[in-house]
């Protein structure tokens, strides 16, 4: 038999898409999974297909033609560095080994230098889109060196999604940079689920059914809300519960779930000293989320209004419209920030247009208005914050009354909108010439001799004042 083109570990859904889709771009694919009956039924249900089911790894490795690819579709973590051990001795040098999992990047820059020690090639590739994504074609964001990224092309190219003839990948940078780029991708997912949500809550509280919610949310995604996720929400809102009759959304418990990525979001952008102050919120709400007993058992004892909101439906719609996407621009005008600065900082050279092209298909996050920060990004490069850009400066300045319409009317009828919240919060914190700061470096002074400028006196001539003492 002829030697593969490709090879993938890992057979869980994700990895026999993935395949999938390589095999339909006209590759023949080798394929282990360490329970082998897994990869013989896998093989079997696809007889007509050029797949290989290899037995063990060796035989996987065999397989493979010259330089191997073989990508590992496992859990992140201590499965990826398990997989790699398993496969260096096996593997000549040249041979290109990559990672498809979300990994955490720092994991991919060790791996990166661990294995290019050993005289292999490693690519750390973030891949976005879910089971549909990775069978149709997902976005891919691989790092490591450019040269390996110029071999997988290819391959690559030809399994992603395309928009406008264009594949929704790019060598994004080298070592950790793909993985990096996947991370701040899904901790904007955050953002705009956790946005979708505060805007559900509101109407819920307008008195709003789900059958209504699925016609609001279909006319959204008619629009410039457009998007992967707005078009998921509608269909949510469609699907009945075959055992109740009732809207199955109504009978899910709401506690959220998480696997970390937006977590690590916030914790780089601490260390970056970034504001992501939407994804912060919506990783935060996730949390309180999870604590179902103990928000149930605080609802008993500590008070609010009741949770009603008494606005003419369709206007309620438009504000809430605006709200939600003046909120989602500030999301990703913070994770584009954070992308910007952990770029600077690592010498990754990053492309923000490049990056936001590639998200325009394939990815959870695909949206029409990627299209918009594109076209942003291609125009200037140097943008300091996408809020600046006049397409959307014109949108905030548009919407910005309704955003805080919105905002005050859930916070008198108690409903909690962290995300819309910290948006708008960022918002006016960016647009103010003038913050209460000049307190603060009062305080510091006055307990910490930490020194202050003044406003009258040029930058950096730093000033302190013998403040009195304070007893007690
Ligand atoms: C994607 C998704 C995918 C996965 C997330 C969900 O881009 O295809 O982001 O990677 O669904 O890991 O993460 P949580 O379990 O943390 O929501």
Redesign the pocket.
């Known amino acids: 038999m002829s030697k593969s083109d490709f090879g993938l570990i890992g057979l869980a859904v994700?990895g026999q898409n993935l395949v999938l889709n390589v095999e339909s771009r006209g590759f023949q694919v080798s394929v282990y999974n360490r329970t082998t009956n897994v990869t013989d039924a896998f093989v079997a249900a696809h007889p007509d297909k050029k797949l290989v089911g290899a037995q063990s790894l060796e035989e996987f490795v065999e397989s493979l033609a010259s330089p191997r690819k073989v990508m590992i579709m496992v859990k992140a973590g201590g499965p990826v560095d398990a997989v790699i051990e398993s496969l260096i001795p096996l593997l000549d040098m040249g041979d290109i080994i990559i990672d498809g999992g979300?990994s955490l990047y720092t994991d991919t820059e060790r791996r990166d230098q661990w294995l290019g020690d050993l005289g292999f090639r490693f690519i750390g590739a973030?891949?976005?889109?879910?089971e549909e994504?990775?069978r149709k074609g997902?976005?891919i964001m691989p790092g490591g060196p450019a040269s390996t990224w110029d071999v997988m092309k290819p391959i690559f190219e030809s399994i992603a999604a395309k928009v406008d003839g264009e594949p929704c990948v790019t060598h994004i940078g080298p070592g950790g940079a793909g993985h990096y780029v996947?991370m701040i991708?899904?901790g904007i997912?955050?953002g705009d689920?956790q946005l979708i949500c505060e805007a559900y809550n509101i109407f819920k509280a307008a008195g709003f059914e789900a059958a209504d919610l699925a016609e609001v949310f279909t006319n959204w995604n008619n629009g410039d809300l457009e998007s992967y996720l707005i078009q998921i929400t509608a269909e949510i809102f469609k699907q009945q519960d075959p055992q109740t009759g009732k809207a199955l959304v109504d009978l899910i418990l709401d506690t959220?779930?998480?696997?970390?990525?937006?977590k690590w979001t916030l914790i780089n952008a601490v260390e970056n000293a970034v504001v992501i102050s939407t994804i912060n919120a919506a990783v935060e709400a996730?949390i309180l989320s999870s604590m179902k007993d103990k928000r149930v058992a605080a609802s008993k004892v500590l008070k609010g209004p009741k949770p009603e909101i008494d606005i003419k439906k369709k206007k309620l719609v438009k504000k809430v419209h605006d709200a939600l996407f003046a909120s989602k621009i500030i999301s990703y005008a913070q994770g584009l920030d954070l992308i910007s600065a952990m770029g600077a900082e690592k010498g990754w050279d990053l492309d923000l247009a490049k990056i936001a092209a590639i998200w325009r298909g394939g990815?959870?996050?695909r949206a029409r208005f990627l299209n918009d920060i594109t076209e942003a990004y291609r125009t200037d490069a140097k943008l300091s914050n996408l809020m600046l850009a006049p397409f959307f400066t014109e949108i905030l300045n548009g919407f910005q009354e309704n955003w805080r319409e919105v905002i005050s009317l859930a916070t008198l009828a108690g409903i909690p909108v962290p995300a819309f919240s910290a948006s708008l919060g960022y918002y006016d914190s960016y647009r103010s010439a003038v913050l209460p700061a000049n307190l603060l470096q009062a305080q510091r002074d006055f307990f910490g001799a930490h020194t202050y400028e003044r406003t009258d006196k040029p930058r950096g001539e730093m000033f302190h004042t013998d403040w009195p003492e304070v007893i007690g």
């Open positions: 994700m979300n973030g891949v976005s889109g879910g994504g990775a997902p976005s996947k991708h899904n997912e955050y689920m959220a779930g998480q696997k970390g990525t937006g996730r990815c959870i996050i």
